[in-house]
């Protein structure tokens, strides 16, 4: 089993930044990737960004491109989103993923359905 807890949302007008921080915890080596999503009322979970822990491939939404960075410390089990440039569209739940799969084909991890564990979520609003 692993553990995710996420951390660092809060309210923040639009052009601002907030950095979220997931933490894992449990059986961790089975990891090969870690995800963020987000996901706001009558709306299916979103796909923001994720991360490989080998050699450290990151992905993202189009929504998202050129303003979040997600990094990884594979050493201290935590992958963070660094948000910036933040508009009220971004407004919702983010959670944090990990996917204990081995893939070749990776696409697959811009869907839920490709990662085990979830965090609780943190909630991010932006105000504009």
């Known amino acids: 089993q692993v553990q995710l807890v996420e951390s660092g949302g809060g309210l923040v007008q639009a052009g601002g930044s907030l950095r979220l921080s997931c933490a894992a915890s449990?059986?961790?080596?089975?990891?090969?990737?870690m995800g963020w999503f987000r996901q706001t009322p009558g709306k299916e979970r979103e796909f923001v960004a994720s991360?490989?822990?080998?050699?450290?491939?990151?992905y993202y939404a189009d929504s998202v491109k050129g303003r979040f960075t997600v990094s990884g410390d594979n050493a201290k089990n935590t992958a963070d989103l660094q948000m910036t440039s933040l508009k009220p569209e971004d407004t919702a739940v983010y959670y944090c993923a990990a996917d204990s799969t081995y893939r070749v084909i990776t696409a697959i991890r811009t869907t839920p359905k490709a990662y085990d564990y979830w965090g609780q979520g943190t909630q991010v609003t932006v105000s504009s």
């Open positions: 991360i490989t822990w080998s050699g450290g491939r990151t």
């Open positions: 449990g059986r961790t080596f089975t990891n090969y990737a």
